[in-house]
């Protein structure tokens, strides 16, 4: 079976820039690259999504969400897509955080199986009939059944990381144990790390010890089947905006949204 084209962000740490990419990768997608996307909001216990695009559709039902979808409330994944304002994009959503809060804490591994499963339909569904080009999951972070769950149905995975001592090695086990059944499992899988919030140098010596850093960690997650992307600064004028209800995408932000460009080619060229 031809694998399809899901990608899905993840990282051990919370915070690290997950959404930010997700969304901005997803714009890129749609408005840059005329692909018909849809923007999936799987962080369950921190939904985001809904606040960063509008729909224009208020009056939906609340109870239409990925949420829902996973706990057969409703039947087709059709009921739950919802336009954004930007051309082909397209997002499902997560209701109010207590909701996937008690699905954590309560479901038992055989729901999450079957959500899995229903995850699979809507993934055949939404590439198939409904024609959607790409379906980008913003994952929760670190190892819940939830997020392992997303990683499985991806054929492509972003590993987001922020450069720092602890946040790297809280990766380490997921990597050695996770990333590696599943690229024995699919041939043509292909997981990528990229660098976020990467802090600017202010002289050599901090020069020496980012590059230090950032280069051990490359090659240790290179050996482990993991390929390099880019590197993306820390943006003050990013983290500004994001004081502002609604900002989310960076387009006009040219050090932020080259990287994304970057990644989205690389994302887009599957030899890569
Ligand atoms: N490149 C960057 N430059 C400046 N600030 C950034 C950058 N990337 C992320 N941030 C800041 O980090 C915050 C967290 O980003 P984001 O919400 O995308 O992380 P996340 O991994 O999705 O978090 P969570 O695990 O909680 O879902 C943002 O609100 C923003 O303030
Ligand atoms: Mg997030």
């Known amino acids: ?15 690290s820039g997950k959404t930010l990419l997700s969304v901005n ?34 009056s939906r039902e609340s109870n239409r969400t990925w949420v829902h979808y996973l706990d057969n409330y409703f039947e087709k994944i059709d009921d739950a ?4 304002t930007h051309e082909n994009l397209f997002m499902i959503v997560s209701p109010p955080p207590e909701i996937g809060k008690r699905f954590l804490a309560t479901k038992k591994s055989e729901w999450w199986s079957m959500a899995l499963k229903r995850s699979i339909v809507a993934q055949k569904r939404l590439l198939g009939e409904l024609g959607f080009d790409w379906i980008i999951f913003d994952n929760q972070s670190g190892l819940s059944m939830n997020s392992v769950n997303h990683m499985a149905l991806a054929d492509k995975s972003l590993l987001v990381l922020r450069p720092a001592n602890y946040g790297v090695d809280a990766t380490l086990e997921f990597l050695q144990e996770m990333v590696a059944i599943l690229q024995t499992r699919i041939q043509s899988r292909r997981d990528y790390f990229v660098w976020n919030q990467v802090p600017k140098p202010q002289n050599e010596k901090e020069q020496a ?8 960690w490359d090659q240790f997650f290179i050996d482990r089947g993991v390929r390099p992307t880019v590197r993306i600064p820390y943006v003050h004028s990013l983290a500004i905006e994001l004081l502002n209800m609604e900002a989310g995408i960076f387009a006009h932000i040219p050090e932020f949204y080259q990287r994304i460009e970057k990644i989205g080619e690389i994302l887009l060229s599957s030899e890569s």
Do not use: C, H, N
């Open 25 to 58: 990768l997803a714009q890129w997608f749609a408005e840059v690259k005329s692909k018909k996307t849809v923007i999936i909001d799987a962080d369950i216990e921190a939904p985001s999504i809904d606040k960063i695009f509008k729909t224009g559709e208020e």
């Open 1 to 15: 079976m031809r694998r399809t084209p899901t990608i899905t962000t993840y990282s051990t740490r919370g915070g």
């Open 81 to 84: 897509i919802l336009p954004t």
């Open 209 to 216: 010890l980012l590059e230090g850093f950032l280069k051990k």
